[in-house]
Nanobody, 119 residues
Framework: QVQLVESGGGLVQSGGSLRLSCVAS????????VTWYRQSPGKERALVAR????????NYADSVKGRFTISKDNAKNTAYLQMNSLKPEDTAVYYC????????????WGQGTQVTVSS
C-alpha cells in the first residue's frame, strides 16, 4: 500500500521558518517526480515547488522563489520543503504529491499538513 505522510506543519510567526517532510512508503521517491502543493480556504490547490525525478532540477511558484527549497533524501525515502521568511499569505494546507511515468494516472497524494503564519 502506497502512503505519503506529511509532517512539520504548525504555527509560526511571520519571518520564521518551517521544514515540511513527506515520508513515502510503498514507493521509491527517487523514481518519482515530487511536488508540494498548497491550498488555502476558498482557493484552488496550487503548485508550490517541484523536483525532478533525479532531484537535480526544481521549479518554484513565483511567490516562493528564493524563500522555499524542495529536496529529496533517497536514503530516507523522504522529500522536504524548507520554508524560510514565511509570510501570512503562506498560510495553507500543504500537500505532497508523487508521480512517475510508469505509475498510475494522477499519482499519489498525502493527507496534508497545516501551516499557519501569524503576522
Amino acid at each position: 500500500q502506497v502512503q505519503l505522510v506529511e509532517s512539520g506543519g504548525g504555527l509560526v510567526q511571520s519571518g520564521g521558518s518551517l521544514r515540511l517532510s513527506c515520508v513515502a512508503s510503498g514507493l521509491t521517491l527517487s523514481r518519482h517526480l515530487v511536488t508540494w502543493y498548497r491550498q488555502s480556504p476558498g482557493k484552488e490547490r496550487a503548485l508550490v515547488a517541484r523536483t525532478s525525478i533525479s532531484g537535480e532540477f526544481a521549479n518554484y511558484a513565483d511567490s516562493v522563489k528564493g524563500r522555499f527549497t524542495i529536496s529529496k533524501d533517497n536514503a530516507k525515502n523522504t522529500a522536504y520543503l524548507q520554508m524560510n521568511s514565511l509570510k501570512p499569505e503562506d498560510t495553507a494546507v500543504y500537500y505532497c504529491h508523487a508521480e512517475s511515468p510508469t505509475g498510475p494516472s494522477g499519482g499519489y497524494w498525502g493527507q496534508g499538513t497545516q501551516v499557519t503564519v501569524s503576522s
